[in-house]
């Protein structure tokens, strides 16, 4: 028995139809029938490291302990960027080792430094240094030799697009030679991620949604070579199991909100505009944020500064209350538009062993606003350089053999990966109601 994954970072399930369907993507469009196309919630938040993290171990953020691209030590205001030494549940590769089969995991953000394991692992982003990202190391020299790009260089967008789009096509080229260089071996569990699609989506996002857009067609084209990548995957899956899987779905920004501002001007943050690092907070702080919206109330109990206990529903209160004026301007109630959809308690949204380390509050956007977690500016709004923005609700499973309707969540995807390869799920894993059809019978097998 194998099993696939292929990865579409970004990639909404109802975009996977509405491409399918218009011809786009023909080869996916062969794919589909052959199981059922369906949502699958992110994590809170909605971030490739936390999603991913999931994905890997099967778990939440408080027990993975990812809570974003920047994380804070415990006790303390130092920031770092988590990568899998931080990942504190076991990744599913490891119940592959453990049953004596071998792993092929290629590009899955989060996953830097690459670790050893019984196969290949070539790191995802963040994944500064080339040689530590490639495991094994005889691997690096035939990766570079392919031209292999571990992040798509993304330069200056809004001046060059096309070039962007040049950039963005010679990843995926390279990353799809990379796969079929690295599958040609024997595997028992293949996960190969295509990021080129969320660099595409926060860029130009527009541009795909929009058919009198000027790069509407090239941005089509890109798909076309999208789909491509699926029918070299699927085929190498052979009659194995295959899994379709994305991190979270995408929607348009038009508005990008500056949490950290907005906290410094209603009295929440007391942190110089040019501050390089959060460790110049004073003890006046009473809440500050990471991205995207993540609030820690600086309480005596958690944080060296901290001071007295800060109400989080009176500041819920207002954030909800948050409204965006015809002008552009932020104001507490009034006419406008919501800046902000629900804000999330930390205790009631996490739990396990590290939900500790969560924050206090997760503030979730509006439709079409974008928040961020900078902390050197004082500007609290402004128009989007990216023209589109994560969503929660709608990313993608498929499966072949599976008949499900029910919405998933992404913790769902390792147990029903592992169990199609017969391997029993690693402890603390949540369930799952996927139908998951073992390759040459009727046997459906439930977690």
């Not at 989506?201 to 795909?208: G, I, K, T, Y």
Request: glycine share 10%.
């Amino acid at each position: 028995m194998s099993a696939m994954v292929i990865g579409l970072d970004g990639v909404p399930y109802w975009l996977l139809r509405d491409l399918a369907d218009q011809g786009v993507m023909p080869k996916t469009a062969g794919l589909l029938p052959q199981g059922s196309l369906r949502a699958m919630s992110a994590p809170v938040p909605e971030i490739s490291s936390t999603s991913w993290a999931s994905f890997l171990t099967g778990t939440d953020p408080g027990t993975h302990g990812i809570y974003g691209f920047v994380d804070l030590r415990p006790g303390t205001y130092r920031t770092y960027f988590p990568g899998y030494g931080d990942l504190k549940a076991p990744p599913l590769w490891e119940a592959v080792d453990r049953d004596g089969g071998r792993s092929v995991i290629m590009n899955v953000p989060s996953t830097y430094p690459a670790p050893p394991l019984r196969g290949t692992l070539v790191s995802g982003f963040v994944a500064p240094d080339f040689d530590r990202a490639v495991y094994p190391p005889e691997l690096r020299g035939p990766l570079r030799a392919l031209g292999y790009q571990l992040d798509v260089e993304v330069g200056e967008v809004a001046a060059d697009p096309d070039g962007f789009l040049d950039r963005a096509e010679a990843a995926l080229a390279a990353r799809r030679a990379a796969f079929a260089h690295v599958l040609s071996g024997g595997w028992d569990l293949a996960v190969c991620v295509i990021t080129e699609t969320d660099r595409v989506h926060h860029f130009l996002w527009s541009s795909l949604t929009d058919p009198a857009a000027r790069l509407h067609g090239r941005v089509l084209d890109f798909y076309r070579r999208v789909d491509e990548a699926v029918a070299e995957l699927a085929d190498r899956a052979g009659d194995g199991a295959l899994f379709l899987a994305s991190d979270h779905g995408f929607g348009p920004a038009h508005t990008q909100f500056y949490l950290n501002a907005w906290l410094r001007r209603a009295g929440y943050l007391a942190l110089p505009p040019g501050a390089e690092s959060l460790e110049e907070i004073d003890e006046r702080t009473r809440a500050f944020a990471l991205d995207p919206g993540r609030i820690y109330l600086n309480t005596a109990d958690r944080f060296p500064r901290g001071g007295p206990h800060t109400d989080p529903g009176e500041l819920t209160a207002r954030l909800l209350a948050l409204r965006l004026t015809e002008d552009g301007r932020i104001a507490e109630g009034g006419p406008g538009t919501p800046v902000v959809s629900e804000v999330l308690s930390g205790p009631k949204t996490y739990a396990g062993p590290y939900a500790d380390d969560a924050p206090d509050l997760v503030v979730m956007p509006a439709p079409g606003v974008q928040i961020r977690g900078a902390w050197a500016t004082d500007q609290i709004t402004g128009d989007a350089p990216l023209t589109g923005t994560h969503t929660r609700p709608d990313a993608t499973f498929w499966c072949r053999g599976d008949q499900g309707t029910d919405p998933l969540h992404m913790r769902d995807v390792a147990p029903t990966v592992l169990a199609s390869l017969g391997i029993d799920p690693p402890p603390g894993t949540e369930g799952t109601d996927v139908r998951v059809m073992r390759p040459g019978n009727e046997e459906d097998i439930r977690w």
